[in-house]
């Protein structure tokens, strides 16, 4: 009875596996297809920190290059850091494995952040600064066209909400970007993939995860409460966060208030009606746009009444 409770559970682990598989390409596939991410020929350099998010993206990169109609290569980048404890041959031992190119810029960034940033002050910012640049060199080394990034749909959301709050900015991370130095296109494959849905395929792929928390420095605690209360609206309203991330890609300047983008000042009655324009007066909630329920009897006017 047992053999045959365990091969049940085996079949539905190996259906279920197969149906995120399915669900991870096809997310990578269409983000990677909306924003015209990888190109013929291009050479992505993917950056591999040895967190879930990262090894995902690899993964799922390789399998999509196989199939892919286009021909791109990859080559695997990690950043050894000299964080005291980092598991040195853990990420080439993998690689090795997967046959896929790959570097390791040693480069103890570790050291210098220690000495400049007063003991108990959050070191990421310049931790991030300097990987940056580092990442930038090594990219136009190797002669990578684009560089990837591991960033997920819950990263893209909260950095929105994060700028909001605390940046007042309506400001998100963009799927595709220009780096600050000019030099190089920077993507993020994984823009419409769930954070879950990566927890769960690293569970399933055993990825050699190596901890993000060897530096000792504190995460960044607004990012982790922002993080928490999106959890929790999406246990409590499935469906918000993925509402939050299509917003970010339908934006109306004219129902905001940036003078920049639309011109308030010289707005003026056309006079031609336009049954898709706006209702100024009326709650925009959309479902408030839907027929009033049955139980709202419509307002009847007495003579001699307001
Ligand atoms: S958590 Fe540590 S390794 Fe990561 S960015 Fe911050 S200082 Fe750098």
Not at 4 to 21: G, H, V
Not at 96 to 107: A, K, M, T, Y
Not at 209 to 232: D, F, T
Request: net charge positive; with cysteine; hydrophobic share 40%.
């Amino acid at each position: 009875m047992n053999a045959l409770n365990d091969a049940a559970a085996a079949r539905k682990a190996a259906f279920e596996a197969n149906k995120l598989s399915k669900k991870l390409h096809r997310l990578v596939g269409q983000a990677i297809g909306d924003f015209n991410m990888i190109e013929d020929g291009d050479k992505v350099m993917v950056c591999l920190s040895g967190g879930k998010d990262s090894h995902a993206l690899l993964d799922i990169l390789l399998e999509m290059r196989r199939r892919a109609p286009i021909r791109f290569d990859l080559v695997a980048v990690n950043l050894d850091q000299k964080q005291p404890g980092f598991p040195a041959e853990v990420l080439p031992t993998y690689l090795r494995s997967l046959g896929v190119p790959f570097h390791i810029e040693n480069q103890d960034t570790y050291s210098i952040v220690k000495s400049h940033v007063p003991e108990g002050k959050t070191m990421c910012s310049l931790c991030s600064r300097l990987r940056r640049g580092i990442l930038y060199r090594v990219a136009r080394e190797l002669g990578a066209t684009k560089i990837a990034l591991g960033h997920h749909r819950d990263d893209m959301v909260v950095t929105l909400l994060m700028n909001m709050f605390f940046g007042s900015r309506l400001k998100g991370m963009p799927p595709k970007l220009v780096s600050d130095d000019g030099q190089h296109v920077v993507i993020r494959p994984l823009a419409y993939v769930a954070e879950r849905d990566l927890e769960r395929w690293a569970e399933h792929r055993q990825f050699p995860i190596i901890p993000c928390s060897l530096c000792g420095n504190q995460p960044n605690l607004q990012r982790q409460q922002i993080k928490a209360m999106v959890r929790e609206w999406e246990k409590q309203y499935p469906g918000r966060t993925d509402n939050m991330l299509t917003a970010m890609s339908k934006v109306v300047p004219s129902h905001l208030m940036d003078r920049r983008l639309y011109p308030f000042e010289t707005l003026r009655a056309h006079g031609v009606p336009d049954p898709e324009g706006d209702i100024a007066f009326d709650d925009e909630d959309p479902h408030a746009l839907l027929a009033p329920p049955a139980s709202i009897e419509p307002v009847r006017l007495q003579k001699g009444k307001p």
